[in-house]
């Protein structure tokens, strides 16, 4: 019997495709920037009034320091968005993903926070209304000074609702954006 030996080498080539996603680069740096700028604005409200009232030695609302987390997580998102667009590897799945968990939170503190500034009774507004707008105080003097505070602080609850308000439509922008950059792909 003859033997016949043979050997078989097989070639087994792994090919690596990565998908690359064309984003908007206007809309997303517009969307970047504001987000910015109004995490980092509720963020720093939010950490004014829970000294403010640490100050007064009074009790601090839940959500003052909810929105100081959540305004913190949209920073973080935001920088996590940065850095994968620097590796471009910003997927759509995770800014959908993201910015649909941050849109739940920025709503629910949207909701909160409305509730609380036009409230039934004993609003913020309603308060700022009263006591402040109300009564203007002028001149060098420890009430005017007091006054200028109330009035911040009356100025930096609407400003904090507006850019709550706008956080909530940006991040529901960019998520119907992320849809577009996904299906445009397929």
């Excluded at 507006?162 to 922008?173: H, K, T």
Aim: glycine share 6%; proline share 4%.
């Amino acid at each position: 019997m003859a033997s016949s030996e043979s050997t078989f080498t097989q070639e087994v080539l792994v090919q690596r495709v990565r998908t690359k996603y064309h984003w908007p680069p206007l809309q997303l740096n517009f969307w970047i920037l504001i987000m910015l700028v109004g995490s980092a604005t509720i963020l720093g409200i939010f950490a004014n009034f829970i000294t403010i009232q640490q100050q007064l030695q009074v009790g601090i609302p839940w959500y003052f320091p909810y929105w100081v987390t959540v305004a913190a997580l949209a920073l973080l998102f935001i920088i996590l968005m940065l850095w994968l667009i620097s590796q471009r590897q910003l997927l759509p799945g995770i800014v959908i993903m993201g910015s649909f968990i941050l849109f739940v939170l920025w709503l629910v503190g949207l909701i909160v926070i409305s509730i609380q500034l036009w409230g039934p009774v004993g609003s913020v507004n309603g308060n700022c209304n009263l006591y402040v707008d109300g009564a203007t105080s002028r001149g060098p003097s420890l009430e005017t000074l007091a006054w200028l505070q109330q009035k911040s602080i009356c100025q930096s609850w609407q400003a904090a609702w507006a850019f709550e308000l706008v956080g909530c439509v940006f991040l529901l922008w960019m998520m119907i954006m992320a849809y577009q950059v996904y299906r445009d792909d397929i």
